[in-house]
């Protein structure tokens, strides 16, 4: 990985380059932000860079050489200094051959993230960081390189338990020379609070829309239209915008329009509405009804953009036109934000775990009364 690897992030790397440069690293970070915007990798990088031997440096930036006997090290994951804690799996002492397979997963999962920051570590059924991994940090930093700097990455710090928290606090409560941890995490709430008072809380912004776009032209071979689409509804994360590449959003986009279309007419609404909620909901994905939601949430942003500036310059359904700009006329004075605003509470409530028939009935109902009052 280099710096030129994370999409974005001008911001984020000009001031830690500059800190790394200035040596002025403090001894415990939590980068936090949303996910799939490269914290992990961004950490790495950081770690890889202060550890180089021959960093390149020019005016206020530094890069690691990628040469060096310790840029190789950090690339493949072995290097003594720097240490990548993640969730595992609850040990299972009685099966050695178990055991084998999670350490052939684990190695497989850090290769696909060394190839690509923006891959997500999947492992099955690790939720949690628990104690001994927390405990392992502690040995390990005591036989780590004395000469380079030492860095605990701990990626989705929320996954630790209370016990590993409390453990852990002890850990960041006696800073160690030329040490660095680095939590990273898309849920500050989650993590205890005496934690994160004890690190210097730094934010990371989105991915501009513009650059997931191209990402996605670059990498997947989409046309510009698609990846429009996908950066739109990714929320800036290109971990999420990934997640999209397969979907048939053509399909899904024309159904949640269709479905707009049945739930505003004036009479005999009700069944075919019920009868279509019904459907988009009975495969229990709630993961396809959130993006189905996200994609209405487009459509009706395009159609408000469409009202206010009289242009179509802001609208992303650019092919859909011939739907939203009739749409636009037919209700243009009502109010989309709170269309919209109601649009992204449900998809809110989806993401929490309500029951997504009900999510979509309530939603259409409150559109009706917005649209039709
Ligand atoms: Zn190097």
Redesign the pocket.
């Known amino acids: 990985m280099a710096w030129n690897k994370l999409i974005g992030l001008e911001r984020e790397k000009s001031i830690f380059q500059k800190i790394i440069l200035e040596n002025k690293l403090a001894s415990a970070y939590c980068f936090l932000g949303i996910e799939g915007i490269g914290k992990d990798g961004f950490a790495l990088e950081i770690a890889?860079t202060v550890?180089?031997?021959?960093?390149i440096i020019s005016n206020d930036t530094i890069s690691?050489?990628?040469?060096?006997?310790?840029?190789?090290m950090?690339n493949s994951f072995k290097h003594p200094n720097i240490q990548y804690i993640f969730a595992q799996p609850a040990e299972d002492k009685s099966k050695a051959s178990a055991k084998q397979e999670l350490q052939e997963t684990i190695k497989e999962e850090i290769k696909e993230k060394l190839g690509n920051p923006y891959h997500k570590i999947n492992i099955p059924n690790a939720r949690q960081i628990n104690i001994s991994l927390i405990r392992n940090i502690t040995k390990h930093l005591m036989l780590a390189d004395a000469n380079g700097h030492r860095f605990v990455i701990i990626s989705n710090g929320e996954n630790m338990n209370v016990e590993a928290s409390n453990a852990f606090l002890k850990t960041i409560e006696e800073p160690m020379e030329r040490t660095t941890i680095i939590i990273t995490s898309s849920h500050r709430e989650k993590i205890l609070p005496t934690i994160l008072s004890r690190c210097q809380q730094f934010y990371f912004d989105p991915i501009k829309l513009e650059y997931i776009q191209q990402y996605i032209i670059k990498n997947y071979n989409k046309s510009e239209e698609d990846a429009n689409l996908i950066a739109a509804i990714s929320r800036g994360s290109i971990t999420q915008a990934c997640e999209y590449l397969d979907d048939n959003l053509n399909n899904l986009r024309n159904n949640i329009v269709d479905l707009l279309r049945i739930s505003l007419k004036r009479k005999n609404y009700k069944e075919e509405l019920l009868n279509n909620i019904a459907d988009i909901t009975k495969k229990k994905d709630r993961k396809l009804t959130i993006l189905i939601l996200e994609l209405l949430l487009i459509w009706m942003r395009d159609a408000y953009s469409l009202i206010k500036t009289q242009t179509s310059d802001y609208v992303i359904n650019k092919d859909l036109l011939n739907r939203i700009t009739p749409f636009c006329n037919g209700y243009s004075k009502c109010d989309y934000l709170a269309a919209i605003n109601e649009i992204n509470d449900s998809i809110n409530l989806l993401n929490r775990n309500i029951d997504p028939q009900l999510a979509y009935i309530s939603l259409f109902i409150k559109l009706r009364k917005i649209f039709l009052q």
């Open positions: 890889k550890n180089c031997q021959h960093p690691p050489c990628e040469e060096c006997s310790s840029c190789k950090a």
